[in-house]
């Protein structure tokens, strides 16, 4: 339970601190460079919801799924598509206030 309500809000992907095998994302608000690469969000919504996004060719934010969220004791995060039906488990690496770092194991996020 606590680790869920670690995990809830928005998170922004930080692509330049990806590793081979993970990526990282960090809390809205992170002081990020510039750059025209738009950086995609995941918002886990405290309800179970979750919303993907990117930034648009207007500098708005295009939602790209959306679906609903859970997280196992075994720190596996789970993302259940409403379009598809499908999942996304992700294991995660690394949680801390302002870090988080995913590893995808089935199905990439975007």
């Known amino acids: 339970m606590q680790l869920a309500k670690a995990l809830t809000g928005r998170w922004i992907h930080s692509w330049e601190e990806d590793t081979e095998g993970s990526k990282a994302f960090r809390r809205i ?3 990020f ?3 025209r690469r738009p950086r ?3 918002e886990m919504i405290d309800d179970g919801r979750v919303i993907i996004y990117s ?3 207007t500098d ?3 939602v790209i799924r959306e679906g609903r969220w859970n997280v196992t004791n ?3 995060l789970i993302f259940r598509w409403e379009r598809t039906g499908r999942q996304t488990v992700l294991g995660i690496v690394e949680q801390r206030e ?3 770092r995913l590893r995808c194991l089935d199905e990439t996020v975007e």
Do not use: E, T, W
């Open 33 to 35: 460079p510039l750059s």
């Open 55 to 57: 930034g648009g060719m």
């Open 29 to 31: 608000g992170f002081d």
């Open 60 to 62: 708005a934010r295009d």
């Open 98 to 100: 302002n870090l988080l």
């Open 40 to 42: 995609q969000i995941i």
């Open 74 to 76: 075994s720190s596996r």
